[in-house]
């Protein structure tokens, strides 16, 4: 199934969580969705027989410059070798989004790094701390608007 | 040497008390000199490198270590209990140093030639537990109480397979002294127990036992002095240096000179027990290789070629896991070592 | 054995009288250059290259430098690799563990300053000598064997004209 077959199942299915289909790019055409339905349309992804996305190849987080973030899934199917990609838009003002770390575990730790990198925050994680930075770091550097902070426990961090 | 030295010092007799010691205790400190370096050396050479030769062509290496060693700084964790701290290294290194009263470095010089000298060994040996529990525990780290324990209990299980192996060879000897265990074994190669002992031609029957014995007991004191494949407890990449962590020095210096005298000890017993001590292979085919000189010189080739095939084992098998230790002493080596006791029971009352 | 011949042939006298002293300053500094034991503290690219110059064919034993995972028996230790902020912390725990006298050389670009992250690396620590006192620097990125082997051995002469007797050299 391509990718526009997929979004009106699923706008059949989710016909006010699903909100857009972007397909006139030169990039892959994606699915936007909304924050708050998202782990139950992934779920649905998942275990529906046409579709059955069992693998979610990648979670991203994009900082767009204009008080938004996003954050995209890349998702494949082993069973019917098609792939699927979906976004979802956040105000930067309240970044929230739903895990889908109970769909699948992969997500876990790949939210943790959205959080650490970019500050998406994720509802419900089982374990949400950052991952790559310390734990007492301020900040979240790959924004687009970040400041590296001066000194870190004493030691001085630029250049 | 005791004799000599009393019947030569009338009633000063207390003095020889303090002179006989002392040839013992120069070796020990000399081979432990050479043994860190030959070790470095043998296996740089196996790693087609060369070891040490920058310091003084090499020889001084282990000379600048001690001095290193005695330049550091002492520093003991703050929650560790100080006395038993500062004990246990030298707990260690003092009884692995009383065994060797009891070997025989040829007919003219065994320490004391007590009637239970082998079971004196093994049962000094093992209070190097006691030291090596001791630091695991005063250190205050849970790192190293995991090493100490292991290293507990890796040492207890392997006393058995040795002591059974042990026992085979005083099965033969009737005598549990060590010097009679080598004079029994005078006159030639063929009369060594590792061959089967002196006896008719029918102990052609014992070799592959009494040899099996010979290395079960390698293999089991192997484990004692935890060496390599037998490790775990100071294993370097698994829980850093065990027990000997959080010493620092002179300390750390001296648990490094217990476990080479220590290699050094189990190497020498094993040469007394089956491959026949200070006696010459030629046996009285050549009288000349009899006299006490050339005792102590084939002696010293016997336990170094022990210690050479123990350096040459550390730098060529991988580590065993605690678990494989463990399996491979309770379900392979006592089993069989009580089934070569039993062989060799038989053997001996049929005869 | 030139350093044995050395201590009974020094009649050199020195404002305090005192030569016996200078030569077991000597012997001293002799024996804490020969035997440098390292603490193994390989963090990134540069491990590489120091394990090389531990392998076979650029040897680290031949000068009597033998790796020790624990940092109470080290008196020497090799930055090598970036030292993030993460690590810095640890880093500094780790040497105030080991026991005077202790040396450090700091392998490679990132840990001299910071390397190729100086300029937008907001997780790199730019240069280990932020947080401990470094003695040797070599540069490189990562460094060859044979420079990090000549860094040993610009340490090994700071060693020798060291002086705990006498105050006024440094």
């Known amino acids: 199934m391509n990718s526009n077959e997929i979004y009106n199942l699923l706008k059949s299915f989710f016909p006010d969580a699903v909100i857009d289909y972007k397909d006139d790019k030169p990039v892959e055409p994606y699915i936007i969705v909304s924050a708050k339905e998202i782990d139950k349309i992934c779920l649905f992804l998942r275990d529906e027989e046409n579709l059955q996305f069992d693998y979610l190849s990648c979670l991203s987080s994009v900082d767009f410059d204009n008080d938004n973030l996003a954050a995209v899934y890349n998702l494949y199917s082993f069973v019917h070798n098609h792939k699927l990609n979906i976004k979802v838009i956040v105000p930067k003002s309240d970044p929230v989004i739903k895990t889908v770390s109970s769909v699948w575990n992969t997500a876990n730790w790949h939210e943790r790094e959205a959080y650490d990198l970019m500050g998406i925050i994720f509802d419900e994680h089982p374990d949400f701390r950052r991952i790559l930075l310390p734990d007492d770091w301020e900040g979240y550097p790959l924004r687009k608007d970040y400041k590296v902070q001066e000194f870190y426990n004493g030691m001085k961090v630029p250049y | 040497m005791f004799d000599y030295l009393t019947s030569l010092l009338g009633d000063l007799n207390i003095i020889a008390y303090f002179i006989v010691p002392v040839p013992a205790l120069l070796f020990v400190s000399i081979f432990t000199l050479f043994a860190v370096l030959a070790e470095r050396k043998i296996s740089a050479y196996m790693q087609d490198r060369y070891g040490p030769n920058r310091t003084g062509k090499g020889i001084l290496q282990t000379v600048a270590d001690m001095a290193k060693l005695i330049q550091k700084e002492f520093i003991s964790p703050s929650h560790a209990d100080r006395w038993l701290f500062e004990l246990a290294p030298f707990i260690v290194f003092a009884s692995v140093f009383m065994g060797y009263a009891v070997i025989p470095f040829a007919t003219v010089y065994v320490g004391t030639d007590l009637n239970l000298g082998l079971f004196y060994f093994f049962a000094i040996t093992s209070l190097s537990v006691i030291g090596i529990l001791i630091a695991g525990w005063a250190s205050h780290n849970k790192y190293t109480l995991i090493g100490a324990m292991r290293s507990a209990a890796q040492i207890v299980s392997y006393e058995i397979p040795a002591v059974l192996s042990a026992l085979t060879v005083v099965m033969f000897a009737g005598t549990l002294s060590m010097q009679s265990i080598v004079v029994a074994q005078s006159g030639g190669i063929h009369n060594w127990y590792v061959f089967g002992g002196p006896g008719d031609v029918s102990r052609i029957l014992m070799i592959p036992f009494m040899a099996a014995s010979c290395l079960i007991f390698f293999i089991a004191t192997l484990a004692e002095t935890n060496r390599t494949p037998f490790d775990i407890p100071e294993g370097e990449s698994e829980i850093v240096a065990g027990f000997n962590l959080e010493y620092s020095g002179m300390k750390f210096a001296f648990f490094f000179f217990a476990e080479y005298s220590q290699m050094f000890a189990v190497a020498a017993v094993l040469s007394t027990l089956f491959l026949g001590g200070w006696q010459s292979p030629f046996g009285n085919l050549i009288p000349v290789l009899n006299t006490p000189l050339f005792q102590i010189f084939w002696f010293l080739l016997k336990g170094l070629l022990i210690v050479y095939v123990q350096m040459w084992l550390r730098w060529t098998l991988p580590r065993l896991r605690v678990d494989q230790l463990m399996t491979m002493c309770w379900k392979y080596l006592i089993p069989i070592t009580l089934i070569i006791v039993l062989i060799v029971g038989f053997y001996l009352v049929i005869r | ?170």
């Open chain 3, 1 to 170: 054995m030139r350093y044995l011949n050395r201590l009974d042939s020094k009649i050199k006298q020195y404002e305090h009288g005192n030569f016996v002293v200078t030569s077991v300053d000597k012997f001293l500094n002799w024996a804490r250059l020969s035997s440098m034991w390292q603490m193994t503290f390989g963090l990134a690219c540069c491990a590489i290259e120091m394990m090389a110059t531990s392998a076979s064919h650029y040897d680290f034993d031949r000068f009597g430098i033998i790796p020790r995972p624990s940092p109470r028996h080290a008196d020497m230790i090799i930055i090598s690799g970036t030292v993030t902020l993460k690590m810095a912390t640890r880093i500094k725990k780790l040497y105030d563990q080991m026991p005077e006298p202790k040396y450090i050389i700091s392998m490679g670009s990132c840990s001299n300053c910071g390397g190729p992250y100086w300029e937008h690396g907001y997780h790199v620590l730019k240069g280990i000598d932020r947080i401990i006192p470094v003695d040797v620097y070599v540069p490189g990125c990562p460094p060859r064997p044979e420079a990090l082997l000549e860094g040993v051995l610009k340490l090994q002469d700071k060693i020798r004209n060291q002086s705990t007797y006498k105050k006024n050299k440094a």
